[in-house]
Antibody, heavy 120, light 107 residues
Framework: QVQLVESGGGVIQPGRSLRLSCAAS????????MHWIRQAPGKGLEWVAV????????FQADSVKGRFTISRDNSKNTLFLQMNSLRAEDTAVYYC?????????????WGQGTLVTVSS | DIQMTQSPSSLSASVGDRVTITCRAS??????LAWFQQKPGKAPKSLIY???NLQSGVPSKFSGRGSGTDFTLTISSLQPEDFATYYC?????????FGQGTKVEIK
């Protein structure tokens, strides 16, 4: 079965950097796009970024453009999110999600998430 | 960006009730709508994709309908494990966007 395990979250000061990882198993990782989606405490869901199956195409939300970079290592079945210039408003649980089969923007299975807290 | 509006924002229902949640898109999204269920402290779980298709393993008490701008999620007979927050999401165009959520509580 699809399994996605995020790691790398923690407490970080504003302006600093953090890299999240997502280890994937149970499906052919190199054949699917992958997403990051976040949820601020007590709030709704916000899509963050997507990367194509081969890493050649990536898109980010305007709120993180220029600060966050999504990447992947298909040889290690791992997805990454490099987060730079972190702000208090980036505080959230970050979920990685497997892309769906029809549209580039579709996601289906999600990991359990990793909490990022940006605070001085 | 396409705005997704769910109604109601919350509802109280009893075990056995039939419940319907509505999601409206600010512009047409064809059939590219998904529904997710989230329980407290847990990750969202995909229930329905392409407006009306059940994800593998999701019980048939869940059903989805709609196309274009108006969509519904129906739970035919509410059970204790169904009390959760439900989100719709459009994945037709960039950026994919979510509704604000509908919290289903026990009456």
């Amino acid at each position: 079965q699809v399994q996605l395990v995020e790691s790398g979250g923690g407490v970080i000061q504003p302006g600093r950097s953090l890299r999240l990882s997502c280890a994937a198993s149970g499906f052919n990782f190199s054949r699917f796009g992958m997403h990051w989606i976040r949820q601020a405490p007590g709030k709704g869901l916000e899509w963050v970024a997507v990367i194509s199956y081969d890493g050649t195409n990536e898109f980010q939300a305007d709120s993180v453009k220029g600060r966050f970079t999504i990447s992947r290592d298909n040889s290690k079945n791992t997805l990454f999110l490099q987060m730079n210039s972190l702000r208090a408003e980036d505080t959230a649980v970050y979920y990685c999600a497997k892309g769906g089969s029809s549209r580039f923007w579709e996601s289906d299975y999600w990991g359990q998430g990793t909490l990022v807290t940006v605070s001085s | 960006d396409i705005q997704m509006t769910q109604s109601p924002s919350s509802l109280s229902a009893s075990v056995g009730d039939r419940v319907t949640i509505t999601c409206r898109a600010s512009q047409g999204i064809s059939k590219y709508l998904a529904w997710f269920q989230q329980k407290p402290g847990k990750a969202p779980k995909s229930l329905i994709y392409a407006a009306s298709n059940l994800q593998s393993g999701v019980p048939s008490k869940f059903s989805g309908r709609g196309s274009g701008t108006d969509f519904t999620l129906t739970i035919s007979s509410l059970q204790p494990e169904d009390f959760a927050t439900y989100y719709c999401q459009q994945y037709d165009t960039y950026p994919p966007t979510f509704g604000q959520g509908t919290k289903v509580e026990i009456k």
